[in-house]
Structure formats: structure tokens, C-alpha cells
């Protein structure tokens, strides 16, 4: 994954240092020195980019490396000129650089925005890529916010009750849990530490991170408060999760102390 990564920022590079940074092309709006900045959510939740996203002649732009990273895609340079964008669905989206040219699989078309270099890095047209991969986006201007919303289920990671489950999954649960690891049954996860000798061991998620791969689930193991008295009897801690992972996207969890994989050796999904 890094190294594909690697090879795509560095092809990005080459295709951007060979590019006027401040071209206007077939109508294409100017970029300013210093273009200003907007702030951008998904859902109600802030993103947190690594190049800022910019307005430029009313339009918004994203980093490809952002906005790709944002919607579960993937992206390389094409010829000299032009990068191409595989979203999650398969869809291909092309553009050619520092002109109003792109495409929805091989049918070029004019948009009103479209692909520009900018200190030496690609930034797209943020609506029109977003449109194509079936979200909304909204502009708050007593914030100065982009608003991105996605369609119901799209990327929602969320815990369940037991008691929530249908009669096949509690079934499943029941069979799961007692062996530590990742356990899969469709959109439902079981994440299991295994037997435990009293009910002061249990397990947490903390935190969760998205990339084109996989998706990091990070949890904590807790340990028995020092000096309170525990019922000694087994229990089985475990967590429930709902989630519906993009196609060729794993599931990966994570010791949100270490970093490290857990439950090596174990059954996985």
C-alpha cells in the first residue's frame, strides 16, 4: 500500500513540475498566488486534509491525494498531461491538466472547473468529482464550509447492542465470542479478546481510519481496576460492529496503544 502510494505522489510530482502552476487554459480560471482556504466535512464530521482545500473563480478544489483518500479511490498520472481517478465503484474518472477537460469512463465532456496544478500538486474540481461519486455537497457561507453528504450507510462504522440482532447473528455471536479475534458474519463484526477469568477485563474501540485498502479499527484492551474486588467467574468481552466495507477493502484491527496487529494466529475474517 505505501509503496503504491509512493509511486503515485512521486508520478504526480513529475507530472506537475512539467506544468505551468498558474496556467489558464481553455477558459480555465487563473490561480492566485494565494488562493483562500474553506473548510470541508463529510456528514457532519470535520476532515482532517493534508493540503488545504481552495477556492479558485467560485469553485472549490481538493487535493487528488485528499479527495481520493476521502472517497475510498485510487489515482495515477496519465501521459504528460492528465491523471485518472478509479472510484470504489469502479467508475473511471479522467481529466486533463489546466483545461476544462474530463471524462466519465471514455466520454470526454467540458465542466465548468477542471483539473489544475498548484504548488506542485493536482487539485480537482470538488462538486463535480463528488457528484459523480453519488454525494451532495453543500456550501455554508456563515461558516465557510464545504458540506459533504453521503448517502445513507456510505462508510458508517457504528457499534450495536446484542439485543439489537437478529436470531442468526445472535446465534453467530454466541459462537464467536469465546475465541479472540475478528469474527465475520456479512456486515457484522465481532471483535473478541477471548476468555477472560473475571469481568474486569474488557475490550473498547477508540477510533477508527479509512484508506483505499482497509479500513483500522483501533481498540484498547482494559485490565481489572487495581484493588476492586471482581466477581471471579469467566466472561467473554467483545464489541459489535455494522459496517459494509467498499469491494477489496479488509478490516484491520489495531492495539490503539502499540499500533500492532492483534489477535495474530487467531481466527480472522
Not at 478544489?61 to 470504489?88: C, F, N, P
Not at 458508517?156 to 475478528?182: I, P
Amino acid at each position: 500500500m505505501r509503496g503504491k502510494k509512493a509511486i503515485a505522489c512521486l508520478l504526480g510530482l513529475q507530472l506537475v513540475a512539467a506544468l505551468p502552476v498558474t496556467a489558464a487554459v481553455s477558459g480555465q480560471a487563473k490561480v492566485p498566488a494565494n488562493p483562500p482556504t474553506v473548510q470541508v466535512t463529510v456528514n457532519g464530521h470535520v476532515t482532517q486534509l493534508q493540503k488545504p482545500s481552495i477556492i479558485i473563480g467560485g469553485s472549490t478544489y481538493m487535493a487528488i491525494e485528499d479527495l481520493t483518500h476521502l472517497l475510498h479511490a485510487k489515482w495515477q498520472a496519465k501521459g504528460q498531461s492528465g491523471v485518472e481517478v478509479t472510484l470504489r465503484t469502479g467508475v473511471i474518472l479522467s481529466f486533463q491538466l489546466n483545461t476544462k477537460r474530463a471524462a466519465v469512463g471514455d466520454k470526454w465532456t467540458e465542466i465548468g472547473a477542471g483539473a489544475i496544478s498548484h504548488n506542485k500538486q493536482v487539485y480537482l474540481p470538488l462538486r463535480w468529482v463528488i457528484e459523480q461519486a453519488g454525494h451532495e455537497l453543500k456550501w455554508n457561507s456563515q461558516t465557510r464550509t464545504v458540506e459533504i453528504v453521503a448517502p445513507e450507510g456510505y462508510d458508517q462504522f457504528k457499534q450495536v447492542d446484542f439485543a439489537s440482532l437478529t436470531q442468526e447473528e445472535k446465534d453467530f455471536v454466541q459462537k464467536a465470542k469465546g475465541r479472540a479475534g475478528v469474527h465475520q458474519l456479512g456486515d457484522l463484526y465481532v471483535i473478541a479478546r477471548g476468555q477472560s477469568p473475571n469481568p474486569g477485563y474488557g475490550i473498547e474501540v477508540v477510533g477508527t481510519e479509512w484508506s483505499w485498502e482497509q479500513l483500522k479499527v483501533y481498540v484498547r484492551l482494559t485490565k481489572p481496576e487495581p484493588g476492586r474486588m471482581y466477581a471471579q467467574v469467566i466472561s467473554y468481552p467483545y464489541v459489535l460492529v455494522k459496517v459494509k466495507l467498499p469491494p477489496y477493502t479488509t478490516l484491520v484491527v489495531l492495539d490503539a496503544d502499540t499500533q500492532q496487529p492483534l489477535f495474530e494466529g487467531a481466527e480472522g475474517i
